[in-house]
């Protein structure tokens, strides 16, 4: 069993464990579906299977520990066989904006917050993967937290993007740097294309 494979079975126990029975399991491409347009921001990726972390923060987290509001959390969640995390945001938008920086930011911590605390529950099976003893020791070392946006609408970022892949480095936008100094191994910029090439084309 894959790192994948392994993580998703925890989860799955997890919700059976508190009397759910959802499918958490997605893909790239329905999991970039903008609803506001009406549109899939990556129209690609549909055997490139991931978790669906808003399903779990909408149909199972939030109804074991309700908030009065909707969890945020990134749209996936996927493990590479390296054992490297992603977790993926998808923006069919501008990203300039400060409500929406505000907004990704919130998202990396809440999404961190509700897996390491479903992976807790669930220790017996997080031990055999090394993530217990030092969970934020775990995150700088392995996790990735990714923000995919619409190239057509984020011209200046795509450019800012082009040239730290010239000198073979990720673009991270400046409120991303709070997230890939402090919190994540790495936390940077993509558009759809690169995307793309990076995750569905090279594997």
Known sequence: MNNYAQIKQIIEQY????????????????TSYDKTNNSYLCDFGEDFKVID??????????KIYPSGKTRSTADAFFVLENGQWYFVEFKNSKIDNSKLKYKVQLKAY??????????YEMKELLEEMGCVENPIDFIRKNVIYILVCSEEKNIREAGYIRDAKRIKEQYVSGFLE????????????????NFRREFIESM
């Not at 972390?53 to 939030?62: E, F, H, P, R």
């Not at 997230?179 to 558009?191: G, M, P, Q, R």
């Open 110 to 119: 809440e999404n961190l917050h509700m897996l390491f605390d479903i992976l």
């Open 15 to 30: 919700i059976e464990k508190n009397g759910f029975d959802t499918d958490i399991e997605s893909s790239i491409k329905e």
């Open 53 to 62: 972390m808003d399903v779990i923060a909408k149909d199972v987290y939030g």
């Open 178 to 193: 709070e997230l890939n100094s402090s919190i994540f191994k790495e936390a940077y910029v993509l558009t759809e294309e």
